[in-house]
């Protein structure tokens, strides 16, 4: 690991002024992926700027009739509030699929919305990675991709992104707030918050330099039946290949986002309408311009049929 | 002494020691005496290259940073490289060598520690993120001779084979065991909404963040089961 100076921050705007003060800087809350990715040198902040004493650990009711989040909610505690468990049950349902107990404990609701890819190439830094290494290559493009992306990827990156509760934010139209070095705020729909890798698949939100998320906010629930189906290689403690989180009304109306299979939680509002129809055809246009690999175009029949059982399963 | 010590066939030589109350030592003071003074012999000389060398004289040094940690009750105040790990500041620091090094990437749950009641994987936690924060190690669970329940249990179901993960395995299963009577809900829980239930289902799911190379889950189901009141 490089060296680093350390500081606690006392208040958001001040954590977001020493983020752009001190080149190199960055913020470390749960620390479970930047602290493992310092470990192998993937990450090298030259100061970590230590915001868990800073008070955004609340969930607490909005004006809308919804919640807010703070950014330092562990995911354990996030997954038990009985708000979410019974208003955004897709919402626990994908923290609970995740990490493990200890790596809950310690998570962040903003750090999960930052975690990094576990694309096998970005992690070895013995082989070429756009996102690693801005224009040395995409070893998983004819590499081994079983795990990859199947839309949205470009010549560059066709790595994922790994979170399950990213998934449940975007199904549930979150919004990301956050403060910057200005001390201004700003609102961002989980929508726009995750990029797609284009030429810069380095660069992976919105965020401006120095820009710190203070929380996230839920609309008011929807109700509905609320699923999130995960298919990995072990039944616990792994990465998805494919995850479907759905919300799906009693007339057969519903929403529907992807993990596993971008580069950001995937959603085509558009194809929601095609719900009442059955899987097969919202799938066809959820996937609408895929280019698997040969090692993981299994990924689009196991959409259809994650979704498929997902639907049967909010027929009850 | 330390022919003493490293003979185990001197078995009378031990007795005298007992007889005439010398020091006994054990294997891990030992280890941790030699380690400390395998460093104390490489130290001048590293110092002399560090001096002699141009390059050296001018790197900038290691930034520090205090940190006060209460460990199994007592509290400790270190000064400290700012990226020692809560594990590498228990173990090298303050030689509370219970939490182990597995993968250090937070995979196998060796080094599981409990920080202000919650289990967390000490390899990816900063000391100084847990500056005043209450630590337990297995060590702070139970004593030979006053083990805590889980460990009783490991020992009469047979809970391992070499060990290594055994201290980390005990500290996440008290821990949760603490997360069930709390009300929090796994993956394994079918009911979101309802309490969640002791049962092996739910002890297997939650327990998925420790590895065991030898592979003694089903004896580990068992002691967790016993103390959970349940059936494996």
């Known amino acids: 690991m490089k060296t680093f100076t350390y500081e606690r921050a006392r208040s958001p705007s001040e954590a977001a002024t020493a983020a752009v003060r001190v080149p190199g800087a960055k913020f470390i809350a749960g620390g479970t992926n930047l602290l493992d990715l310092m470990k192998l040198e993937i990450e090298q902040p030259t100061h970590l700027i230590d915001v868990n004493g800073l008070v955004l650990d609340k969930i607490e009711p909005t004006q809308e ?63 070429p990675c756009n996102k690693r290494q801005p224009g040395s290559g995409c070893s998983a493009i004819g590499g081994f991709s079983r795990s990859h992306a199947v839309v949205g990827a470009s010549d560059a990156c066709i790595a994922t992104h790994p979170s399950d509760m990213a998934v449940a934010m975007r199904v549930l139209d979150a919004t990301v707030e956050t403060v910057a070095p200005t001390g201004t705020t700003r609102r961002i729909p989980i929508a726009d ?5 284009g030429n810069t698949p380095n660069i992976e939100t919105t965020l401006q330099p120095g820009e710190l998320i203070t929380a996230v906010t839920l609309p008011r629930p929807v109700g509905g039946t609320h699923i999130y189906h995960k298919v990995r290689d072990r039944a616990s403690y792994a990465f998805a290949l494919v995850s479907v989180a759905a919300i799906v009304q009693r007339d057969g109306s519903g929403r529907v986002a992807l993990g596993g ?20 055809a919202v799938t066809k246009q959820l996937l609408d311009g895929a280019k698997p690999t040969p090692q993981n175009e299994f990924k689009l029949s196991l959409v259809e049929r994650t979704l498929g059982a997902a639907l049967t399963q909010a027929k009850g | 002494m330390n022919q003493r010590i490293l003979d185990p066939m001197t078995t009378n030589h031990a007795n005298d020691a007992d007889r005439s109350g010398d020091v006994t030592i054990s294997r891990r003071h030992l280890l941790t005496v030699g380690a400390a003074s395998a460093t104390a012999a490489t130290l001048p000389q590293a110092a002399t290259a560090q001096a002699t060398s141009p390059s050296a004289s001018t790197t900038r040094p290691v930034p520090m940073a205090k940190v006060s940690l209460q460990v199994n009750g007592a509290v400790h105040t270190l000064e400290l490289d700012t990226r020692t790990t809560l594990l590498d500041a228990l173990r090298e620091h303050l030689q509370i060598t219970g939490p182990k090094k597995g993968c250090d990437h937070g995979q196998c749950g060796a080094c599981t520690v409990i920080v202000n009641g919650r289990r967390i994987n000490s390899c990816l936690s900063l000391a100084v993120m847990n500056e005043g924060h209450n630590v337990t190690t297995i060590e702070g669970l139970g004593k030979p001779g006053a083990l805590h329940p889980m460990q009783a249990a490991f020992v009469k179901h047979d809970g391992y084979q070499c060990g290594y993960c055994t201290p980390g395995q005990i500290c996440s299963a008290v821990a949760m065991l603490g997360e069930i009577q709390a009300g929090i809900p796994s993956h394994a829980s079918a009911d979101l909404t309802a309490a969640p239930q002791a049962t092996v289902v739910e002890f297997r799911e939650r327990m998925s963040g420790n590895i065991c190379r030898c592979g003694a889950y089903s004896n580990i189901m068992e002691a967790v089961a016993e103390i959970a009141g349940s059936k494996a």
């Open chain 1, 193 to 197: 918050f995750h990029r797609l890798p």
């Open chain 1, 65 to 127: 009739g919804g919640l807010r989040l703070g950014a330092l909610v562990r995911n354990t505690d996030l997954a038990a509030d009985m708000h979410v468990r019974r208003d955004y049950g897709v919402l626990s349902r994908a923290l609970l699929a995740g990490a493990s107990g200890q790596l809950r404990n310690a998570a962040t609701t903003a750090g999960n919305l930052l975690q990094r890819t576990r694309c096998p190439y970005f992690y070895d830094t013995n082989q």
């Open chain 1, 261 to 280: 299979v971008a580069h950001k939680p995937w959603r085509v509002e558009a194809a929601e309408a095609q719900l009442p129809r059955g899987a097969l």
